[in-house]
């Protein structure tokens, strides 16, 4: 399985961006997909996670600007991001892995993009 990021750019306070990541396999059906994040100097943090079964799960500091979403049709990954801040910046990171539970940890997840960087400018 290969993931393939894009989308990110420079943006100013409150604009938006969406992330997308095209996957070279079908992951509808038993792949749990996820957005991870990396800041300079700082650990990949967890974003939100898409399970299999259709659970979402949010990180508290995006909930309710970021929206992840999933057209099988392209197998593409969407990571929709309003009301961006600074601290947002950082290089941002697909991930797939097989398996039907939520997965928050970057070790639980065996396929990563190549990461896209979003920079958010005050």
């Known amino acids: 399985v290969q993931l393939q990021a894009s989308g990110g750019g420079l943006v100013q306070t409150g604009d938006s961006l969406r992330l997308s990541c095209v996957v070279s396999?079908?992951?509808?059906?038993?792949?749990?997909m996820a957005w991870f994040r990396q800041a300079p100097g700082g650990e990949r943090e967890f974003v939100v996670t898409l399970s299999s079964r259709g659970s979402i799960t949010y990180a508290n500091s995006v909930k309710g600007r970021f929206t992840i979403s999933r057209d099988n049709a392209k197998n593409t990954l969407y990571l929709q991001m309003n009301n961006l801040k600074s601290e947002d910046t950082a290089v941002y990171y697909c991930a797939a892995t097989r398996g039907d539970g939520i997965y928050y940890r970057t070790d639980s997840y065996l396929y990563w993009g190549q990461g896209t960087q979003v920079t958010v400018s005050s």
């Open positions: 396999a079908r992951t509808n059906l038993n792949y749990a």
